[in-house]
């Protein structure tokens, strides 16, 4: 059973924004001011302008192949099966403990009105997300839109009423621990900007994801920066560095001082909703990183299993919720730098499958959003985010060796034994060293997700298409040597003579040219009988000789049926038409490796169709 479509622009908007805006802004900014002083400021700008090139290779990758996972499933298709598990398990790992990091600093907050426990109010709240979540996306991506808007709203109050009123004399001395604490606490804040990640996680949920995903990311990644920064501005502005660097709650704190009283309990407010933003998208996304695991046999099928009647992954998003529940007990600092170690691993794979996937060739790897300036912008993130984890210490790199070793555990003793997956990059290193390691299986898959993603229905020319003789000729032949061949494989098929056949095709070219450019031609007869209707595809790659004109025919389509097929005909000529007006066709089409390639490049075509079979 797949998972529903119902999530717009505005649901994934704040599902990332909201991910984002939450201890990593009500909570973090105490403790980070505390390891760099007012230069805060600059290690919130640098860890969002860091997340960049993560953030677009994930959604290249994600509009390619918009499947629930997101980055989990397609670091699967590129690196293969053991670095997707070591991936998929990161990026659950890194969303819960991102939830968990917002359930308690929402219940820091809820303990100044409730006299409850922190950790008893946090595991009330993961239940409630666990709930609404079960319940399905729609109703949860609903939360989360009046979540976020209300914080918005509260934000830019906050940033109005404190910017006329920060003090310049607290920013100096502006860096007092030097540029290494800086960059530490660049890393050590990456967190904040883990909502990115979470949209990836709910590809397969969304509406027109080829548009929706990168505008989704893009819009909250700006308007997320921008408030950061100005937030942290205005606090180390308002606030003396003695109260700020030992304040959990330094927003409240400086709405307190702007606006007294009212200030604090609006700012605190603002603070609970996005906590509970946080946990509701944190929940909803974990537990789609589960799901292309267990469909690929990677964990075992327990996990991808979908709820008949509310179209959720129920069973992952239980385990999700115990897993939060028991991480609500660890240490506040451990979860944050936790967080962040793993999902900057998780950008470094992003990073270097986007590369994989491109230099692999694959024909049917077709996002409709390509990361610019590539390869440079991911070879700055590999680096940005390699320097990132280096400057957090021999913690978070020993913390990091332990989280792959145990994916890698997880694939050798489970997903090993029942997976066999082609990946690109078996097809990168076939390019490289001209031997022969893939079937085409990957092919054949992207081309039933880009089908899914672009709501493709089939129609009788796509079964035409996919039941069709396909010839790719190595050396260039004359026309009539092609129709012999053409007569040879088609005739049975017709129900003629191979002679009958060759003579008709030989007649029709006689009274006039089927070559429609320089390098395509469409022969194209009636036959006798009723109801037969046939194509034959071929590649020339150097050329079929038409006449002395036309010496370099490189596509050819053979369109044969019956007198009561005509208007199908007419339908089949009409399609091939629109297919070879792409500009890129005649180079994917000399470019594509082999008979299966030459096919989906018909397969999925733009064109008009006529409706499903």
């Given amino acids: 059973m797949n998972l529903r479509r119902e999530l717009s622009l505005l649901g994934v908007f704040c599902i990332a924004s909201g991910a984002m805006i939450s201890s990593g802004l009500f909570v973090l900014p105490g403790l980070a001011y505390a390891k760099a002083g007012p230069a ?8 969002g302008l860091v997340s960049l090139p993560g953030m677009l290779s994930i959604a290249e990758m994600t509009t390619a192949m918009p499947k629930a996972g997101g ?12 670095v997707g598990t070591v991936s998929g398990l990161l990026s659950w790992f890194a969303l819960a403990m991102k939830s968990a990091f917002g359930l308690v600093g929402m219940s820091i907050f809820v303990a100044l009105i409730v006299d409850l426990d922190i950790h008893v109010i946090a595991a009330f709240f993961c239940v409630v997300f666990v709930v609404i979540n079960l319940i399905g996306i729609k109703q949860a991506g609903r939360t989360q839109v009046f979540l976020v808007l209300g914080l918005l709203a509260l934000m830019l109050l906050y940033i109005v009423v404190g910017l006329p009123r920060v003090r310049v004399e607290n920013f100096s001395p502006f860096v007092p621990h030097g540029l290494p604490a800086v960059f530490l606490t660049t890393g050590f804040v990456f967190v904040s900007y883990a909502g990115l990640l979470k949209i990836a996680s709910v590809a397969e949920e969304i509406r027109n994801p080829t548009r929706t995903i990168p505008l ?11 408030l950061y920064t100005l937030m942290v501005f205005v606090t180390t502005g308002v606030l003396d ?19 007294g009283m009212p200030g604090r309990i609006a700012l605190s407010v603002g603070a609970i909703l996005a906590f509970l933003s946080t946990a509701n998208a944190g929940i909803m996304t974990a537990a789609r990183s589960l799901v292309p695991l267990s469909k690929d046999g990677l964990l075992p099928a327990f996990f991808a299993k ?15 919720g115990l897993f939060i529940v028991v991480a609500l007990f660890l240490r506040l600092e451990i979860l944050v730098e936790a967080a962040s170690v793993v999902l900057i691993l998780t950008n470094i794979l992003s990073c270097t499958s986007v590369i994989i996937l491109r230099e692999s060739r694959i024909q049917n790897y077709q996002p409709s959003f390509r990361t610019p300036l590539y390869p440079w912008i991911q070879i700055a993130g590999i680096v940005g985010f390699g320097f990132l984890l280096l400057e957090m210490g021999m913690e978070a790199l020993a913390m990091s060796f332990l989280l792959i070793i145990g994916g890698l555990f997880v694939f050798w003793f489970y997903g090993r034994i029942r997976t066999n997956r082609e990946y690109a990059l078996l ?14 299986s990957l092919e054949s898959e992207l081309r039933e997700v880009i089908r899914e993603r672009d709501q493709i229905v089939k129609d009788r020319f796509d079964d035409i298409v996919e039941r069709c003789i396909v010839l790719d000729i190595g050396e260039s032949i004359t026309a009539e040597d092609f129709f012999k061949l053409v007569a040879s494989q088609m005739a ?17 070219e006689r009274q006039g040219s089927t070559v429609l450019s320089s390098h395509l031609a469409i022969p194209h007869i009636v036959v006798s009988g009723q109801h037969v209707f046939d194509i034959l595809i071929a590649r020339c790659k150097d050329g079929i000789v038409f006449s002395e004109t036309e010496r370099n025919v490189r596509a050819t389509f053979v369109i044969a049926g019956t007198r009561d097929e005509r208007n199908f005909h007419l339908h089949a000529l009409a399609a091939i038409a629109q297919i070879v007006q792409d500009p890129y066709f005649e180079t994917r089409w000399l470019s594509a490796r082999g008979r299966d390639a030459l096919r989906d490049i018909i397969l999925l075509g733009k064109r008009k169709r006529l409706g499903g079979t």
């Avoid at 989704?216 to 921008?226: A, D, H, N, T």
């Avoid at 009647?309 to 385990?319: A, D, E, Q, V």
């Fill in 40 to 47: 805060v400021i600059i290690c919130y700008l640098l860890a």
């Fill in 71 to 82: 980055d989990c499933f397609t670091i699967i298709r590129s690196m293969g099966p053991a």
């Fill in 216 to 226: 989704g990311m893009i819009l909250s990644l700006l308007v997320v920066s921008i």
């Fill in 241 to 259: 560095a003695t109260s700020l660097s030992s304040s959990l709650t330094p927003i409240s704190d400086g709405a307190g001082a702007l606006m």
């Fill in 306 to 320: 979908i709820n008949a009647k509310f179209g959720t992954p129920h069973n992952s998003l239980l385990i999700t």
């Fill in 427 to 440: 097809h990168l290193i076939e390019r490289v060293t001209a031997r022969e390691f893939t079937t085409y």
């Fill in 492 to 508: 049975g098929r017709l129900n003629l003579k191979p002679e009958s056949l060759f003579e008709q095709l030989r007649e029709r």
